[in-house]
Structure formats: C-alpha cells, structure tokens
C-alpha cells in the first residue's frame, strides 16, 4: 500500500474499528473514520452518505452496525461493495461473526465483490464484559446469561484489530479467512471466576431460562433491537457450534492470542470494572 492512500474504517468508533483505526494511524496511513458524528458522515441507512466517505479510499475496514447478523446485513453489504468498487476502493477487510447464517451470506457477498478481499471471522470479544451491555451486569456484581449455553473462545479486540490492520496494510492476505479466537474455552462459569479474581469482588453467575431471557433485558434497561440482537446471538450461535479454538491469530501474526486472564486484568486496572465511590 502507498504511503498516500487513505483507509476507511466503518464503525471507527466501536470496540474493533477504534483500534484499528488508531494501529493504522500508528503507522502513518492516513485514515478516514466512518460514523455519523464523523465529516464527512457516514450512515448505514443512509447511503446518499457513502459517496463522500468513500472520496479518495483506497482500503476499507467493514464492522457493520448493529451485526452482520441482522436480516438486512447482507442487502447493505452487496449495496456498500458495489459503490466502494465504484469509487475505486480495491481492498476491503470484513469483520464477520463465527456461526452467523446471515454473517456467512455477507461473508459470499464480499468474495464475489470484485474487491480484494480478506474476512476476519472472529470469536466473541474480551470486550464485551467491559465495552457493551454486559458491562451494567458486571457492575451490579451479576453475570445474567440464558442457561445451558456452550463455552466459547473468547477473542481479544486488540487481536481482531492486529490482524485486520495487517490485511489492510500486508500483502499476503487477500483471499483469505482469519478465523480467529482466544487460546481456549471459556464457559460463563469461567468468565465469573476469572473477572472475580482480577477485581478482588464477587461476580455471581445468575443463569435464566432462554424462554425468559428477553424480558431480562428489557427490565435491565437494554433497548429492544440490542435485545434481539443479545438473545440471538446468546441463544443460537452459543449452542456449540463455536466451542472450538483455532489458530487463525498465529497464522495472520504469528504469535498467540490473548488469554482472557491478561484481558480481565488489563480491563481491571483500567478502572472499568470499579464501583462507583459515595
């Protein structure tokens, strides 16, 4: 990639495109955040918007808002492809969820763009008890998940932007699928124990039926599309089909990934987890 050539990163503001977009920065490529706080705007729902964003890029970082998903995922991927070809984008690096029926139709999609293309497939992130909804929980001193959910390989977003950053930026990745996760599985059981020992408190596994878990959320206060979101993802991608590692951060970085312990203190220290002082 020439040092001049800008980089679009969509949802530059979230877990993964605020990391990314930081490395790329690093590095001195220049970078163009996608959002609708940013100028020039970018809005999903909006593609009148996409034109401008995508002025003078020629790489873009895809993390689709709210999942990939969401039944209208893959018309605003096809949508989104063909005006980045359009405009002259020639690299695109897709965050695509491991599991996801419609995650895998966008997964096609971009394949068939006519784009380089390189899919990032992760594993629910470490961040997801510090920088989402799961947060609330976690401060209450409750970890409220539906019961009889699989263990998952639970992958760190500072890993899932490593490896996007380097198919941005590397040659060696296009046509490729990252499909990454955390060295092992973790059961909820787990995540409890692990967040307990690095915050010095006790963190309580409530487990509800799966049939009561969306009124859960709403009485907690989630709004109703994360709510969806929240129930599909817990009830139907955390059924087992995931409950296996891989090795897909050694093999785009060569190293290993993070282990939830070293996130769990990280995030500890941070302060993220403190209670509020009276």
């Not at 020439?2 to 490395?23: H, I, Y």
């Not at 992130?125 to 009889?148: K, Y």
């Not at 639970?154 to 699928?177: F, K, N, P, Q, S």
Request: charge should be negative; aromatic fraction near 6%; include cysteine.
């Amino acid at each position: 990639m020439a040092d001049n050539e800008m980089t679009l990163v969509l949802g530059g503001t979230g877990k993964t495109g605020r990391r990314v977009a930081e490395r790329l920065k690093e590095r001195a490529v220049p970078v163009r955040i996608g959002s609708r706080s940013a100028d020039p705007a970018f809005d999903w729902e909006d593609p009148g918007t996409w034109a401008s964003a995508l002025h003078g890029v020629s790489s873009v970082y895809v993390a689709y808002q709210p999942d990939l998903a969401v039944p209208q995922a893959p018309a605003a991927i096809t949508a989104f492809t063909e005006a980045a070809r359009e405009a002259g984008v020639r690299r695109l690096v897709l965050l695509s969820g491991r599991g996801e029926e419609e995650a895998q139709r966008c997964e096609d999609i971009v394949r068939n763009s006519g784009l380089e293309w390189t899919i990032v497939r992760a594993a629910w992130f470490h961040q997801n008890f510090s920088e989402s909804d799961m947060l609330g929980w976690i401060l209450d001193g409750a970890l409220v998940v539906p019961a009889g959910r699989a263990p998952e390989p639970y992958v760190d977003a500072d890993d899932i932007a490593d490896v996007a950053v380097a198919a941005l930026t590397e040659d060696g990745h296009a046509g490729r699928v990252h499909e990454v996760t955390g060295p092992r599985l973790l059961t909820f059981a787990d995540v409890a124990a692990e967040i307990s020992a690095a915050t010095g408190r006790e963190i309580a596994l409530v487990e509800v039926p799966v049939e009561r878990y969306p009124q859960v959320l709403a009485d907690a206060g989630v709004p109703a599309e994360a709510a969806d979101l929240l129930t599909y993802l817990f009830v139907t991608v955390m059924d087992g089909r995931n409950a296996h590692v891989t090795d897909g951060v050694r093999r785009a970085l060569g190293r290993e990934p993070r282990d939830f312990t070293d996130y769990a203190r990280s995030a500890a220290a941070s302060g993220v987890w403190d209670l509020p002082k009276d």
